[in-house]
């Protein structure tokens, strides 16, 4: 399974970004647990947001109300929508995948949010 993200860009505070994420060799009929994480310069990687193989969503406090986690109609797709974009929302955004207990990570989109 390979993942590739892309979407990032250069944006202004308040403007909004669309990341995807596709999991290549995964099966486009099934869905499994995926996730985007980001690493901002100097900083530990955190999970942003997640969505489960029933898309149940999950978003770490810093984004609820503005970024959205969803899957595509090809099920080993899935985006992050981020709206009213930051400063601190600057980072390299990963995405990840499960697949039989074993996640698998892609190169990341670097997103820069400056005026």
């Known amino acids: 399974v390979q993942l590739q993200a892309s979407g990032g860009g250069l944006v202004q505070p308040g403007e909004s970004l669309k990341l995807r994420c596709v999991a290549d060799?995964?099966?486009?009929?099934?869905?499994?647990?995926m996730a985007w994480y980001r690493q901002a310069p100097g900083k530990q990687r955190e999970l942003v947001a997640s969505?489960?193989?029933?898309?149940?969503?999950n978003y770490t406090d810093s984004v609820k109300g503005r970024f959205a986690v969803f899957r595509g109609n090809a099920k080993n797709t899935v985006y992050l929508q981020m709206n009213s974009l930051k400063h601190e929302d600057t980072a390299v955004y990963s995405c990840?995948?499960?697949?039989?207990?074993?996640?698998?990570w892609g190169q990341g989109t670097l997103v820069t949010v400056s005026s």
């Open positions: 990840t995948i499960n697949r039989f207990g074993t996640v698998y």
């Open positions: 060799g995964a099966s486009i009929f099934t869905p499994n647990d």
């Open positions: 969505i489960t193989s029933s898309d149940i969503t």
